[in-house]
């Protein structure tokens, strides 16, 4: 990993920089939050105690739909429900999302709606419109977050399911990103800080996907698309 591209500090009083020490250094502080950590099989039905509802975001997506409702469709672990939500598209979005997944499963909103209302707008209308599929006792309840452009892999949603039933006080879970036009470039796989505060993807500048990164690990902080937040963190957050 690239080192903090910060400068040292004033060491007048002769005392060593603690980025000149091994193991203290600016990628040390980074490995703190992304040591991988070893991964237990997961029996296919501890998944059915976890219901999962998604939330697709939409803003003139009328290019990209077609690729991320069917990718949403192939899932091998599909969400228990999925709500659409349109944010004033002016392209053909409202009648994609409504054609693929019925008008009762779309909320259509203002252009001026960030991104966080309309995912709390989406888990409202899911509360009350979507059909509700049956549940185990005691299920935990996600929220999945989905872009219009965010077409998941077919064992995205059960990969991630697997570690929250390995790791059951985890609150958010991400997926490794790639490109949307060249699958073999990543664009994120969590984030952390250096020692010096900054932000660090751990990436290189368009680098490949070799499965250099495919270790799960834990992380600072991920990015919104494919995110799945447990419902009980998201309403004590108050969402975004």
């Not at 929220?143 to 077919?154: G, K, S, Y």
């Given at each position: 990993?690239?080192?903090?591209?910060?400068?040292?500090?004033?060491?007048?009083?002769?005392?060593?920089?603690?980025?000149?020490?091994?193991?203290i250094g600016a990628d040390s502080a980074l490995d703190a939050f992304v040591e991988p950590l070893e991964s237990e099989p997961v029996e296919p039905t501890e998944l059915l105690a976890h219901d999962v509802t998604a939330v697709l975001v939409a803003h003139d997506g009328e290019?990209?739909?077609?690729?991320?409702?069917?990718?949403?469709?192939?899932?091998?672990?599909?969400?228990?429900?999925?709500?659409?939500?349109?944010?004033?598209?002016?392209?053909?979005?409202?009648?994609?999302?409504?054609?693929?997944?019925?008008?009762?499963?779309?909320?259509?909103l203002p252009a001026s709606t960030g991104f966080g209302a309309a995912v709390r707008a989406g888990i409202e209308a899911a509360d009350t419109r979507a059909p509700a599929a049956p549940r185990w006792h005691e299920q935990v309840e996600w929220v999945w977050l989905l872009h219009d452009d965010c077409a998941p892999a077919p064992d995205a949603l059960r990969r991630l399911l697997e570690y929250a039933v390995r790791n059951p006080d985890v609150g958010v879970i991400g997926p490794k990103v790639r490109s949307w036009r060249d699958a073999?470039?990543?664009?994120?796989?969590?984030?952390?800080?250096?020692?010096?505060?900054?932000?660090?993807?751990?990436?290189?500048?368009?680098?490949?996907?070799?499965?250099?990164?495919?270790?799960?690990?834990?992380?600072?902080?991920?990015?919104?698309?494919?995110?799945?937040?447990?419902?009980?963190?998201?309403?004590?957050?108050?969402?975004?």
């Amino acid at each position: 990993m690239p080192t903090d591209p910060i400068s040292s500090p004033d060491l007048r009083d002769g005392a060593p920089s603690m980025y000149a020490e091994p193991e203290i250094g600016a990628d040390s502080a980074l490995d703190a939050f992304v040591e991988p950590l070893e991964s237990e099989p997961v029996e296919p039905t501890e998944l059915l105690a976890h219901d999962v509802t998604a939330v697709l975001v939409a803003h003139d997506g009328e290019r990209w739909l077609p690729r991320t409702l069917e990718a949403i469709d192939a899932a091998e672990r599909p969400p228990d429900r999925l709500i659409a939500v349109d944010t004033g598209s002016r392209d053909a979005t409202a009648s994609l999302l409504a054609d693929a997944l019925g008008s009762d499963s779309v909320v259509f909103l203002p252009a001026s709606t960030g991104f966080g209302a309309a995912v709390r707008a989406g888990i409202e209308a899911a509360d009350t419109r979507a059909p509700a599929a049956p549940r185990w006792h005691e299920q935990v309840e996600w929220v999945w977050l989905l872009h219009d452009d965010c077409a998941p892999a077919p064992d995205a949603l059960r990969r991630l399911l697997e570690y929250a039933v390995r790791n059951p006080d985890v609150g958010v879970i991400g997926p490794k990103v790639r490109s949307w036009r060249d699958a073999r470039q990543l664009l994120e796989g969590g984030l952390a800080m250096t020692g010096g505060g900054r932000r660090q993807t751990g990436l290189e500048k368009r680098e490949y996907d070799q499965g250099q990164h495919d270790a799960t690990r834990e992380v600072l902080a991920v990015g919104s698309a494919g995110m799945l937040v447990r419902r009980d963190v998201w309403d004590e957050l108050g969402g975004f």
